[in-house]
């Protein structure tokens, strides 16, 4: 059963970058969409970015676009996601999942967290 961690999260002043990492471990994912999603504090989690699995293809949510890059390694079962211009309103815990998400690898997420 593949697993799912995220990694990279922290807390930033606005206008900053962080970069989140998720591998996969049991498994792969090589062969697969991915996609990152977040939840922020009294909302429901929400769709961030996709990507193919050949990295052909990426989709962003439309609050991101421009901010936001989603990468992949298959070679290492790992996905990125790289967010600049950071905003007091990413604040949120980022998870990795398929695409679409498969219920039962919901993982810890990793929390980010960007102050005024």
């Known amino acids: 059963q593949v697993q799912l961690v995220e990694s990279g999260g922290g807390l930033v002043q606005a206008g900053g970058s962080l970069r989140l990492s998720c591998a996969a471990s049991?498994?792969?994912?090589?062969?697969?969409?991915m996609a990152w999603f977040r939840q922020a504090p009294g909302k429901e989690r929400e769709f961030i970015a996709s990507i193919t699995w050949r990295s052909n293809t990426t989709y962003y949510k439309d609050s991101v676009k421009g901010r936001f890059t989603m990468s992949r390694d298959n070679a290492k079962n790992t996905v990125y996601l790289q967010m600049n211009s950071l905003k007091p309103e990413d604040t949120a815990v980022y998870y990795c999942?398929?695409?679409?998400?498969?219920?039962?690898?919901w993982g810890q997420g990793t929390q980010v967290t960007v102050s005024s």
């Open positions: 999942n398929f695409a679409p998400p498969r219920s039962s690898l």
């Open positions: 049991g498994g792969t994912f090589s062969r697969s969409a």
